[in-house]
């Protein structure tokens, strides 16, 4: 869901040199208060261990442990974020929250893991839940399949209301409209919805109250994930979570089959490459437009090692190009990975 330029300007780490070793620390959070706090003593007990560890084979890792005991005390526990990343280096030391659960996992060596991060970040990656039903307009801030209430803004309210002044299309007897929603109002509606969206992709549920198609959305410049026309039958927690969920799967899947596309496309014109070590190589020539790799499998957790897709990973970000993903088993021709190049 999110571009290179967006990992690029949020996750520059990733791809940069280090100069030093490079620790990949990947944990799980829980919510509840008590959970929480055994979290933050999990994480930092975990971390001191494998500091110690290789403090007893000889190395200086004092000056890490610091760092890396700096970021466990600022984690935003209270975000509803599912798993943290701890990136720590002689010149990084960053945290990132993801809204997904990722196991337990470190990785030591001479640059961050970027396949975690990469796709956790863009499976969290913000958008906007629009929850149209009859009487009301709803709007919610989501990351995967987190949702929160979007707060009371000019904007918010400016869209609640048009949708509020609306006048249902007319029916027949039969059922069958003779009378198209006024256009006019379709116009400022979208206009409204925009400016709640302020260039963050939008979900939109309930999309026949208005009269307007999915491809209306788009032709008015809103990004859109997915729509369904159908109204919320139930708007409580659970039926709204199931909302996003399945409207993100839809997404998901539309997305898959373009990439997919641009493959069989790149057979075509002798510019897709499949090989690890060739896949390497072109990115670090630079030559790779996309590395397009199935969602990571969470099955194997604890100490992992640095492969070439790693490194494919940090060559292709650092070379200007994208990384995506597909959901598990659309590879399969492919061996689970491969690079769409630009020359």
């Known amino acids: 869901m999110t571009s290179t330029i967006a990992i690029n300007k949020t996750l ?17 959070i829980h919510s509840g208060s008590e959970k929480q706090l055994h979290d933050v003593g999990h994480i930092r007990g975990r971390c001191h261990e ?7 084979q000889g190395s200086d890792v004092e000056a890490l442990r610091k760092k890396t005991d700096a970021l466990i005390e ?6 509803g974020a599912k798993s943290i990343g701890l990136f720590v280096s002689g010149e990084n030391a960053q945290c990132e929250t993801f809204f997904i659960h990722m196991p337990e996992r ?21 958008y906007a839940l629009f929850v149209l ?14 949702l929160e209430l979007m707060p009371e803004s000019d904007a918010v309210s400016h869209l609640q209301k048009i949708f509020k002044d609306r006048q249902p299309a007319h029916h027949d007897k039969d059922g ?3 009378r198209a929603h006024d256009s006019k109002w379709q116009k400022n509606f979208v206009d409204a919805l925009a400016a709640v969206c302020a260039g963050v992709p939008a979900m939109v549920a309930g999309l026949e109250l208005t009269g307007l198609t999915e491809r209306e959305l788009r032709d008015a410049g809103v990004e859109v994930l997915a729509t369904r026309n159908e109204v919320c039958q139930s ?3 659970d039926a709204l979570v199931q909302v996003a969920e399945d409207l993100l799967k839809e997404f998901h899947s539309t997305h898959a089959a373009k990439l997919l596309d641009q493959c069989r496309t790149a057979i075509g014109a002798q510019k897709l490459v499949s090989i690890p070590q060739d896949m390497l190589a072109c990115a670090q020539e630079g030559r790779a437009e996309m590395l397009l790799l199935e969602a990571p499998a969470w099955d194997v957790s604890g100490k992992m090692e640095l492969t070439e897709i790693h490194e494919t990973i940090r ?21 689970g990975a491969v690079v769409v190049l630009r020359y």
């Open 235 to 237: 708007t409580g927690t």
């Open 176 to 178: 069958k409209t003779h």
């Open 133 to 146: 039903e009859p009487q009301s307009l709803k709007v919610f801030k989501g990351q995967a399949d987190h």
């Open 50 to 56: 494998i500091f110690n560890e290789l403090e007893s």
């Open 12 to 28: 520059p780490f990733l791809f940069t040199g280090a100069k030093e070793p490079s620790f990949t620390f990947l944990f799980r």
């Open 74 to 79: 600022k984690i935003d526990l209270h975000s």
């Open 106 to 126: 470190f990785y030591f060596g001479d640059y961050f893991s970027g396949l975690e991060a990469c796709y956790a970040t863009a499976e969290s990656t913000p």
């Open 315 to 335: 060559h292709t970000l650092e070379n200007g190009g994208r990384v995506e993903f597909v959901p598990t088993g659309s590879l399969t021709e492919w061996n």
